[in-house]
């Protein structure tokens, strides 16, 4: 990964509210991504949200905000999730050790 990227977490969402651990969780991850953004790489992170009836449409239109803001990276999350404050970082680290193009990774849906 180059010194310096920007990473787009991207949200789609059809729902008038969040789940509470959804929201915890993403506040986490914002915060340790932060915090430990220099010793990672990355040099900025935003959060952007789509809101659509249909799942399609919500991706894509996160999949353009990556160009219009030239992130080099988009993390997509669904709002019924909850995952590990380093989860980012963890992905990030898969990349650049295997040079996935994609990286995937388990996650508890509001379910568990």
Sequence with gaps: MATGSK???GIPC?????YQ???DSLLA?????VLQKDKCGINELRI???ISPYL???R???AKEVFSWNADYIFMLDVDMQFPADVLLRALSVHRQ???????VPYLNRAG
């Design 14 to 18: 059809s729902y008038d509210v969040v």
């Design 7 to 9: 990473v787009l977490i």
């Design 56 to 58: 399609w449409d919500m």
């Design 60 to 62: 894509n239109n996160l």
């Design 29 to 33: 991850l914002s915060l340790t991504t």
């Design 48 to 50: 952007a949200w789509s």
């Design 21 to 23: 651990k959804f929201a």
């Design 98 to 104: 295997y040079k996935y193009d994609i990286v995937g």
